[in-house]
């Protein structure tokens, strides 16, 4: 058995310690040491950013960084995206406006899309894509991932204001058509 | 079967978009996936794998392996049953179940880079793999061939010395790579052409394409004590998944429980199995549940992919623009065991169109990649690529607008398709009147470099058996069981048929998706059948609670059943009325529970037409191909959720622009796979698309009660051949190859 290190973090708010094995990447810790699974691994080679999380706000992949690095870092997860009793308007946006399908590349997404909103909650169209293009999903053709981002942060930063958070069917369900 | 409703009904629950009930566990990362499964006594399972594409296995010798501190079991294909060549039916195609056992676990050869060759279960994944760096074998490289055209030659390296072409129910008398011819013809095809005013006849090819399904394959296995096995897997099909595993271990398959995990995407290439019946045997080695879950690299170089296709289309007109002939030739590869899916392909290839004759002759092929699987619509992309690239020229040749070409010779209700069966009420036509009125279409485009694409393309919704119950709970909600696996929100889908037949809210129906042991049989998600044919059985389930519960009002009510009717969501006499959630409250006065069930086989596929239109500006100097705007059209016969109909034409059209422009399986010398990870095989980003605008189409489907039909598969069909022609437009130059990659398309634009 390999030798083991010692690692103290804080994990969603929370102070955690855990040991781990020299060549255990943070995303491996999270998912079997600690079972905290909503972090994904896609390809555990830094391609598809499933497995994001924000190491000191920032986004990261986390099958890219090893366990032993997280000492003294503050890691959030997809976990702890969440209130207590509420989910982030990230979330919401994201049900609402049906941007997941399979749902596997959706944790990365939240995750990067915080750390993208937390900075700029009014980005433009482009400036999520160029954000978000680290992150791989095969099932939506992106589009409706895009607009829930961006309905997300109008909603964070109407918050924000303390305006409030009213919204009468999402613009992106406007904009698509149909006919019959 | 139901029939639709005639008359246009206004639906209280169909065409709106609640939230879909699994959601708020999938944006929490609360909802188990295959990998997220963690049980009790829990050990590791890893494949050693082929690193040859074609290679006799002389022996393998895993003692070293197996006495590794920490490894518990170790397994070859020597473990497993002798199969003999059994056709076991899957519902969405059979399959030879020799072959199936020596694609999990390599038999005597290896057939692909990544063919399985033994396995081992440890007490971690990293022991795991150290103890495949133990095991010994010996191989005896054989030379390789990845190419159809090449794998077709008479002196090409032949895969398997047991499989003889199968043409036109006769069987070859030497053995050979290709494994079927098969042929449809209708009319006298000479004399059309004959008679054509004009006949364009062109070559294409396009390179095999991975599904690309985000989460790897992934499956746990417990061989308990008592002989039960328990399989937990992330599966298009828990029952099919169910019924191989349990006929190459050769157990009935009342021992086998499959319970399906949350699934991170399948399109197709998740209905096979892999891991399941290894995880199987190493667990009841071990006595301990074995969990098996991918790398990338073996996802792309041991399962998938599509096809890759060399195929010649001829097509002749008259001048004023009508299809007088077609021919093609199609020639896939079904990689390293028969089965690929040429048949869909000769169906599809012009199943757009009224085509007075036509032939086609389809051959699949063997060659040295992994057997090859399902893709969205499989075999009909390529088709479309080949079939309406020709259109496209032949109405620009006529100088007839590509629309009112299609107009002119759309495939409608009586049209009979060159494999036979005669279309009944389809949405063809509309598709294109809707493209046509369409703000892109309508809106020029402008500026240099730049050019507009539009193509057509078909698809089937297969039937097959789907079956649900449903409990109705005293608060007024109702328990939904059902057994197709979710891979993109049909709980809901199916979910909101039961509410709108109930008359109650989408919210009030709570669905599961449950294991083998808890519903009925149920076949794959796939061929866009689940919210058609599952969306049925929910409906049914609905009729038979109405059913139960207007006897229950009866009771109450002291009247015949006969007197009580139901209507959106009450129950009602002449004079007495009850809402459905006032009489399921009192359900245990009138005798107990009401359980609705239904099981349905809806026979014959119906049918799914999409239009697309992109336009898209190419680099001069460098041959990037940048999208610029996007429309899809589709006919969904009733979108029951839009948002979600929206999103499988959005994810089939980004699907289907990265087969365009630069997914593909690159081959080094040796026929290894030489890019087998996301990085390399470079499928689309958030960055590389546009939005994707969406129309839809509805034209009621005669077969369903709502109208349905499905949606997930007919928006991969029309993107290649919409973006070479978009490519066209822009550069003058007709691409007849896919992917059309910078290097490839910078070659062509140099001639
Ligand atoms: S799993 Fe980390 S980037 Fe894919
Ligand atoms: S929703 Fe399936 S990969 Fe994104």
Redesign the interface.
């Known amino acids: 058995m390999a030798k083991k290190t010692h690692v103290a973090t804080t994990i969603n708010g929370e102070p955690m310690e855990f040991l781990c094995e020299a060549r255990q990447s943070l995303l491996e810790v999270l998912r079997d040491n600690l079972a905290m699974t909503g972090s994904k691994e896609g390809c555990n080679n830094g391609n598809c950013g499933a497995c994001t999380v924000l190491l000191d706000g920032q986004p990261v992949d986390s099958c890219l960084v090893l366990a032993v690095e997280a000492e003294g870092a503050e890691i959030t997860t997809v976990e702890g995206i969440a209130d207590d009793s509420r989910l982030h308007p990230i979330q919401q946006c994201f049900l609402e406006e049906a941007a997941l399908q399979c749902g596997v590349c959706t944790p990365g997404f939240i995750v990067t899309a915080k750390a993208l909103l937390d900075r700029n909650p009014t980005p433009s169209e482009h400036e999520i894509r160029f954000q978000l293009a680290g992150n791989l999903c095969r099932c939506t053709g992106y589009d409706k991932i895009i607009r829930a981002v961006q309905d997300a942060g109008k909603r964070m930063a109407a918050e924000a204001r303390g305006a409030s958070t009213t919204t009468n069917g999402s613009p992106a369900r406007q904009q698509q058509k149909q006919a019959t | 079967m139901a029939q639709a409703e005639s008359h246009p009904r206004k639906y209280k629950v169909i065409g709106t978009?609640p939230?879909?009930h699994?959601?708020?566990d999938?944006?929490?990362?609360?909802?188990?996936?295959g990998?997220?499964l963690?049980l009790n006594g829990m050990v590791h399972g890893k494949i050693l794998r082929s690193p040859h594409a074609h290679a006799v296995i002389k022996s393998i010798d895993t003692s070293a392996a197996a006495k590794l501190p920490g490894v518990v079991a170790v397994t070859t294909s020597a473990d497993f049953p002798d199969l003999q060549d059994k056709i076991a039916d899957l519902g969405e195609g059979a399959v030879n179940l020799a072959h199936l056992g020596a694609n999990v676990l390599a038999h005597g050869k290896a057939l692909y880079k990544g063919h399985a060759v033994a396995a081992v279960a440890a007490t971690s994944p990293?022991v795991a793999q150290e103890a495949l760096s133990l095991i010994k074998v010996e191989y005896e490289p054989l030379p390789a061939v990845t190419w159809v055209l090449d794998a077709m030659k008479d002196d090409a390296p032949l895969l398997h010395d047991d499989v003889y072409t199968k043409s036109m129910g006769k069987k070859a008398d030497k053995p050979s790579n290709i494994a079927a011819h098969i042929h449809f013809e209708k009319g006298d095809v000479e004399d059309a052409f004959a008679g054509s005013d004009l006949v364009v006849e062109r070559e294409f090819k396009t390179a095999s394409v991975h599904?690309?399904?985000?989460?790897?394959h992934v499956s746990t296995a417990l061989w308990n004590q008592d002989g039960h096995l328990t399989i937990w897997t992330s599966t298009q099909g828990s029952f099919t998944a169910r019924q191989q595993t349990a006929e190459l271990l050769q157990v009935p398959i009342s021992q086998v429980t499959v319970v399906p995990c949350?699934?991170?995407?399948?399109?197709g290439g998740k209905i096979a199995v892999y891991l399941e019946p290894v995880a199987a045997m190493l667990s009841r080695k071990c006595g301990r549940p074995v969990k098996m879950?991918m790398?990338?690299d073996e996802v792309f170089e041991a399962t998938g992919p599509t096809p890759g296709s060399s195929m010649r289309v001829k097509i002749g007109a008259t001048k004023d623009g009508k299809l007088t002939a077609g021919e093609a030739w199609l020639a896939y590869d079904a990689g390293a065991f028969p089965g690929g899916v040429i048949g869909p392909g000769c169906m599809c290839v012009f199943s757009c169109y009224e085509f007075p004759a036509a032939r086609v002759d389809g051959y699949d092929v063997l060659d040295n990649k992994p057997k090859t699987q399902a893709y969205r619509a499989p075999g009909a992309t390529q088709a479309a690529f080949a079939c309406e690239s020709v259109i496209d020229e032949l109405a620009e040749k006529l100088g007839i607008d590509p629309i009112e070409f299609r107009l002119k010779n759309a495939a409608k209700e009586g049209t009979r398709r060159v494999d036979g069966p005669v279309y009944p009420r389809v949405g063809f036509i509309e598709t294109l009147e809707?493209a046509k009125?369409s703000d892109h279409w309508k809106s020029p485009l402008e500026g240099k470099n730049r050019g507009r694409g539009i193509a057509s393309g078909y698809w089937f919704n297969i039937g097959l058996k789907s079956s649900a119950a449903a409990n109705v709970n005293p608060d007024g909600t109702v328990s939904l069981l059902e057994g197709s696996t979710d891979?993109?929100?049909t709980r809901t889908s199916v979910a909101m048929q039961l509410a709108e037949t109930l008359g109650i809210t989408a919210e009030a129906v709570h669905p599961k998706v449950v294991d083998t042991d808890s519903v009925g049989y149920t076949d794959v998600t796939g061929g866009s059948r689940v919210t058609f044919a599952t969306g049925l059985a929910a409906y049914e389930v609905g009729r038979d609670i109405l059913r139960q519960m207007c006897e229950r009002a009866a009771i109450l009510w002291e009247c015949d059943a006969a007197e009580v009717e139901s209507v959106d969501g009450e129950f009602k006499t002449k004079d007495k009325r009850m809402t459905f959630a006032e009489l399921a409250g009192k359900l245990s006065q009138t005798g107990g529970p009401v359980v609705g069930r239904a099981t349905v086989n809806p026979e014959g596929p119906t049918n799914g037409f999409g239009t697309h239109i992109v336009d898209v500006e190419v680099d001069p100097d460098t041959a990037k191909v940048t999208v610029l705007r996007y429309t899809a059209i589709q006919d969904a016969g009733k979108?029951i959720?839009?948002?979600?109909v929206?999103?499988?034409m959005?994810?089939?059209?980004?699907?289907g622009i990265g087969w365009a422009l630069n997914e593909e399986y690159v081959f080094d010398g040796e026929g290894r796979m030489a890019n087998a990870?996301?990085?390399d095989y470079r499928?689309?980003?958030?960055?590389d698309?546009p939005?994707?605008?969406?129309?839809?189409?509805?034209v009621p489907n005669p077969a369903h009660p709502y109208g349905v039909r499905g949606v997930g598969e007919t928006p991969i069909v029309p993107p290649p051949a919409a973006m070479a022609v978009a490519v066209y437009h822009a550069t003058g130059v007709r691409m007849q190859e896919l992917p059309m990659s910078p290097p490839k398309l910078w070659a062509a634009m140099q001639k």
Request: zero cysteines; hydrophobic letters at 35%; a negative charge.
């Open positions: 978009r939230v879909r699994d959601g708020a999938k944006v929490t990362g609360r909802a188990i996936y990998a997220d963690r990293h599904q690309g399904y985000i989460e790897p949350e699934i991170g995407g399948g399109f879950v790398s990338r809707a009125a891979i993109g929100g979108a959720h839009p948002s979600y929206e999103g499988q959005q994810g089939g059209a980004v699907q990870s996301y990085l499928m689309p980003t958030a960055l698309v939005h994707i605008d969406t129309i839809i189409v509805e």
